[in-house]
């Protein structure tokens, strides 16, 4: 799941290895995963007859910290356990259904109450000057249905491989767990709330897909940064891994496979899975050492531009122009995010003009 994650995220680089993106996108998601994992120990304690209170209160707690470090990663948690608390509600067995309610609504009220810290920040406010006013609520739901249907489509052509070891493994596991212990009455019992379960998976993973890119454009009026995208991609992988782990056994079934024939590919598949595991990061540590050069000549670049804009402020000049210097492009990027544009009244130029304290900056 990690692997996948991190192989498939449009920009590794600011949703890992930069410390504000890595905090503000990535820290979240660990901490969602947390925050499930101690709803199945309440589950599994809640079948032995033990208390679930005080787990209940730390997924709660948990739930309060993640949504705070973005409302990117907000929005899409709210959005989520408002969805398993009412599937808790229809789909899950009586004899866990109010403990399972318990620890989604536990936290959606911490997702809740982080939305509202991170809305009322007093920052909100200098931030907003710097974009158009809001979109009207027709256009938003237009502009998230459009952003979110092509994110999807766009992940899934660039990054086959990622969705294929998302889905592959936990399918593999899956046959060979329903090999190891055949149930037909068991397996006759839940074949509907299965079904029910692949048709509305895909649905909720949009829904959380477009939820994730609500909050840009409503303030900003774009779709999100490539370093939170990391956000609706986990998403996509966790909704494979999860649909091919539940339709798995009814392919076994239906293909007669044999335990064998599981035993063989799941050999194949986790010998797959250790070279990527072991190959990927060594080619991409190849990649990124070879541009160790350039990378450093851009870096005195940026260092020498910083000195002229500091020493223009220190002479009085407020109005300062300095060259284009290429920091990313020359580095494999797709497009630059650094550069800053010939127009001083560009989001960018303002910020970086308010940070050197100049009045406007440019470039030739």
């Keep these: 799941m990690i692997f996948s994650t991190v192989r498939g995220t449009p920009h590794a680089v600011q949703s890992v290895y930069w410390q504000s993106g890595l905090l503000t996108y990535t820290v979240p998601l660990i901490l969602l995963s947390l925050c499930v994992g101690l709803a199945a120990c309440g589950l599994k304690r809640r079948l032995q007859n033990r208390s679930v209170l005080t787990l209940s209160l730390v997924c709660c707690v948990l739930a309060f910290v993640a949504a705070g470090f973005s409302e990117t990663y907000a929005t899409m948690q709210i959005v ?36 509202c810290v991170v809305a009322l920040a007093p920052g909100n406010h ?22 979110a249907a092509g994110f999807i489509a766009r992940s899934i052509y660039l990054a086959p491989l990622t969705f294929l070891v998302a889905g592959a493994i936990p399918a593999l596991l899956a046959a060979g767990r329903h090999l190891d212990r055949p149930d037909d009455n068991a397996t006759r019992m839940s074949v509907i709330r299965v079904v029910r379960f692949l048709v509305l998976l895909p649905v909720v993973a949009f829904v959380l897909v477009l939820a994730c890119g609500v909050p840009a454009l409503y303030g900003m009026s774009l ?103 290429d920091i990313e492009l020359g580095l494999g990027a797709a497009w630059s995010e650094l550069y800053l544009d010939r127009d001083p009244e560009k989001f960018k130029n303002r910020c970086v003009a308010r940070y050197y304290r100049v009045n406007s900056i440019k470039v030739e």
């Design 80 to 115: 989520l356990f408002a969805v398993v608390a009412a599937g808790s509600y229809w789909l899950v067995p009586a004899r866990i259904r109010r403990t399972s309610m318990l620890f989604s609504v536990a936290a959606l009220a911490g997702s809740l109450a982080a939305l």
């Design 223 to 325: 779709f999100l940064p490539e370093r939170a995208r990391i956000i609706p991609l986990f998403v996509l992988v966790c909704a494979t891994a999860a649909w091919c782990y539940f339709v798995a056994p009814t392919l076994a079934q239906r293909f007669s496979l044999k335990r064998q024939d599981v035993s063989r590919l799941q050999v194949v598949g986790a010998v797959g899975l250790v070279a990527l595991l072991c190959l990927h990061p060594l080619a991409a540590a190849w990649r990124t050492f070879a541009l160790m050069p350039q990378a450093k000549a851009n870096a005195s670049q940026w260092d020498e531009i910083d000195r002229e804009i500091r020493a223009a402020h220190s002479r009085g000049q407020n109005d300062v122009v300095t060259p284009l210097v």
């Design 126 to 147: 200098v931030r907003r000057a710097f974009f158009p006013p809001p979109p009207g609520l027709l256009t938003l739901a237009k502009w998230s249905l459009y952003y």
